[in-house]
T-cell receptor
Framework: DGGITQSPKYLFRKEGQNVTLSCEQNLNHDAMYWYRQDPGQGLRLIYYSQIVNDFQKGDIAEGYSVSREKKESFPLTVTSAQKNPTAFYLC????????????????FGAGTRLSVL | DQQVKQNSPSLSVQEGRISILNCDYTNSMFDYFLWYKKYPAEGPTFLISISSIKDKNEDGRFTVFLNKSAKHLSLHIVPSQPGDSAVYFCAASENGNQFYFGTGTSLTVIP
């Protein structure tokens, strides 16, 4: 089954610690995205990557870093510079999927909930 | 500045009736629009999309209408079912680069 896998589902960060959220896709999509969702708010774009070895800042990139060394993988590091990291993080890819009648859409993973200890 | 807005945070509808969820956008260069359904602590799942060359797209109980002059799109769900209760997000994109999401509308379908 094609899809996007995010891990872990829950993550706890201590003060001053960097943590990395994993995102893997087997949809063969070039474009991948990281969003953050806070209660009562929409999805805000952190970083996106249109192709391997290239990525762009989104609206709220400060305190985060990413890498795109492989097409399938787009990990997000929440650094100690991110002072308010508690949120639900969503990874997505964009492209065709779904067999006959496939559409170009953003597909999302199940999310990682990050909390601060 | 919010480029995609969903001005109704919540909506309640009786089972079997029509649910209409609205979305407004400000960027006239947006050419692709999507609706997603989201349950708590899960990723959004795709519902339906429309490109700017169309003004209507239908898929089963779901229909999306696009009014480019008003920069407005709406999602109609007919008939509404209790399982439709979720948060619905609209999203817009220019050339499939960045996607901009609204803040969501929480739909409750009352049995």
């Amino acid at each position: 089954d094609g899809g996007i896998t995010q891990s872990p589902k829950y993550l706890f960060r201590k003060e001053g610690q960097n943590v990395t959220l994993s995102c893997e896709q087997n949809l063969n999509h070039d474009a991948m995205y990281w969003y953050r969702q806070d209660p009562g708010q929409g999805l805000r774009l952190i970083y996106y990557s249109q192709i391997v070895n290239d990525f762009q800042k989104g609206d709220i990139a400060e305190g985060y870093s990413v890498s795109r060394e492989k097409k399938e993988s787009f990990p997000l590091t929440v650094t100690s510079a991110q002072k308010n990291p508690t949120a639900f993080y969503l990874c997505a890819s964009f492209g065709l999927a779904g067999g006959p009648g496939a559409k170009n859409i953003q597909y999302f993973g199940a999310g990682t909930r990050l909390s601060v200890l | 500045d919010q480029q995609v807005k969903q001005n109704s945070p919540s909506l309640s509808v009786q089972e079997g009736r029509i649910s209409i969820l609205n979305c407004d956008y400000t960027n006239s260069m947006f050419d692709y629009f999507l609706w997603y359904k989201k349950y708590p602590a899960e990723g959004p799942t795709f519902l339906i999309s429309i490109s700017s060359i169309k003004d209507k797209n239908e898929d089963g109980r779901f229909t999306v209408f696009l009014n480019k002059s008003a920069k407005h799109l709406s999602l109609h769900i007919v008939p509404s079912q209790p399982g439709d209760s979720a948060v619905y997000f609209c999203a817009a994109s220019e050339n499939g680069n960045q996607f901009y999401f609204g803040t969501g509308t929480s739909l409750t379908v009352i049995p």
